[in-house]
C-alpha cells in the first residue's frame, strides 16, 4: 500500500531538547511539506521542499530544522530554539506541480514536559 | 494574502439528512481547491480534488462545488451517517501555496 509513514506517533521532550521526526512515503512524490496544527488554527507550513537536497522555509520555520538527502524522507526536528514547540506534526507529499493533489500521514503529537 | 473561511465551525444534523458544508476564500487566481477529513487525533484524508478549471467533483455521496468569481465551495454530503462525524477542512491552493481553513467539526446525531 502506497502512503505516508510518520513517526512516532506521541513523543515527549523535556525542554532544551532537540528531537526528530519521521516522514517517509512510497508514492514516489517529489514534493514533500511539514506542517503544524494547533486547536484553533489553520495548519502552517514549516517547511517544504520540491526535490531531492532542496528545502525552502514556510511561514513558521523558526526553531526547526529539515533535511532532504533522499526522494522518500524528510525529517524534522524541533529544536530548543522553538519557544512553543507542543502540538500536533503533519506531513504531507504531492508531485510538484500547482496542480497536485496533496496526501497526509498520519501525525505526530509532541508534548513538551 | 489569501483568507480561507469555514463556517459555522461546527454543525450537528441528524441521520440520514443530506448537509452542505461551506468554505469561501478572498483571492479567486487559485489552482485548485481540496476538501479533507480528519478524525480526532488523526491525520488529514482527501476527499476531493477540483482544479481551478472544473466547477464540481464527485465521490460516492459527496460532492464538491467550485465558484471562483463568488470565492466559494461547497462540499454536499447526501445521506448523512454516523461515521461521516468528523471535522472537514477545505484548502486552497494560489501561486506555490496552500491556505488551510480551520474546518467545521460534523456531528452526525444517530
Known amino acids: 500500500d502506497g502512503g505516508i509513514t510518520q513517526s512516532p506517533k506521541y513523543l515527549f521532550r523535556k525542554e532544551g531538547q532537540n528531537v526528530t521526526l519521521s516522514c517517509e512515503q512510497n508514492?514516489?512524490?517529489?514534493?514533500m511539506y511539514w506542517y503544524r496544527q494547533d486547536p484553533g488554527q489553520g495548519l502552517r507550513l514549516i517547511y517544504y521542499?520540491?526535490?531531492?537536497?532542496?528545502?525552502q522555509k514556510g511561514d513558521i520555520a523558526e526553531g526547526y530544522s529539515v533535511s532532504r538527502e533522499k526522494k522518500e524522507s524528510f525529517p524534522l526536528t524541533v529544536t530548543s530554539a522553538q519557544k512553543n514547540p507542543t502540538a500536533f506534526y503533519l506531513c504531507?507529499?504531492?508531485?510538484?506541480?500547482?496542480?497536485?493533489?496533496?496526501?497526509f500521514g498520519e501525525g505526530s503529537r509532541l508534548t513538551v514536559l | 494574502k489569501q483568507e480561507v473561511t469555514q463556517i459555522p465551525a461546527a454543525l450537528s444534523v441528524p441521520e440520514g439528512e443530506n448537509l452542505v458544508l461551506n468554505c469561501s476564500f478572498t483571492?479567486?487566481?487559485?489552482?485548485?481547491l481540496q476538501w479533507f477529513r480528519q478524525d480526532p487525533g488523526k491525520g488529514l484524508t482527501s476527499l476531493l480534488l477540483?482544479?481551478?478549471?472544473?466547477r464540481e467533483q464527485t465521490s460516492g455521496r459527496l460532492n464538491a462545488s467550485l465558484d471562483k468569481s463568488s470565492g466559494r465551495s461547497t462540499l454536499y454530503i447526501a445521506a448523512s451517517q454516523p461515521g461521516d462525524s468528523a471535522t472537514y477542512l477545505c484548502?486552497?491552493?494560489?501561486?506555490?501555496?496552500?491556505?488551510f481553513g480551520t474546518g467545521t467539526r460534523l456531528t452526525i446525531i444517530p
Open positions: 504531507a507529499s504531492s508531485i510538484p506541480t500547482n496542480t497536485g493533489e496533496l496526501f
Open positions: 508514492l514516489n512524490h517529489d514534493a
Open positions: 521542499s520540491q526535490i531531492v537536497n532542496d528545502f
Open positions: 483571492d479567486s487566481a487559485i489552482y485548485n
Open positions: 477540483i482544479q481551478s478549471s472544473q
Open positions: 484548502a486552497v491552493r494560489g501561486n506555490e501555496k496552500l491556505t
